[in-house]
């Protein structure tokens, strides 16, 4: 599965963003999502994940109430959407695709497919 994020830009805090990340293949209804974001100078963490069904999702504690993920098998799509931005929400934002059963949601080790990423940038 190929994945492609977008919906990236400037905001000013306070704002609201959604990200979408497009996946090609007919099997993307098999996959979980995972959203990671890598800021400046620190390593990629976990945003959110959302199980392949709809049914169940995840999320970074720091990050509850204010994300919220979704997705569009019908469409092949996941999104993320992104409120009460906060300038430490500034980063790159990557989508991935996690095939293994039993694996974590929140580990990057279990996602094997990744998209380029898009910019979030949280002006103060």
């Known amino acids: 599965v190929q994945l492609q994020a977008s919906g990236g830009g400037l905001v000013q805090a306070g704002g609201s963003l959604r990200l979408s990340c497009a996946a090609s293949g007919r099997t993307f209804s098999y996959y979980a999502i995972g959203w990671f974001r890598q800021a400046p100078g620190k390593e990629r963490e976990f945003v959110a994940a959302i199980r392949w069904s709809g049914d169940s999702t995840y999320y970074a504690d720091s990050l509850k109430g204010r994300f919220t993920v979704s997705r569009d098998n019908a469409k092949n799509t996941v999104y993320l959407q992104m409120n009460s931005l906060k300038p430490e929400d500034t980063a790159v934002y990557y989508c991935?695709?996690?095939?293994?059963?039993?694996?974590?949601?929140?580990?990057?080790?279990?996602?094997?497919?990744w998209g380029q990423g898009t910019q979030v940038t949280v002006s103060s």
């Open positions: 991935a695709a996690k095939a293994l059963t039993g694996s974590s949601y929140y580990l990057e080790r279990s996602y094997g497919y």
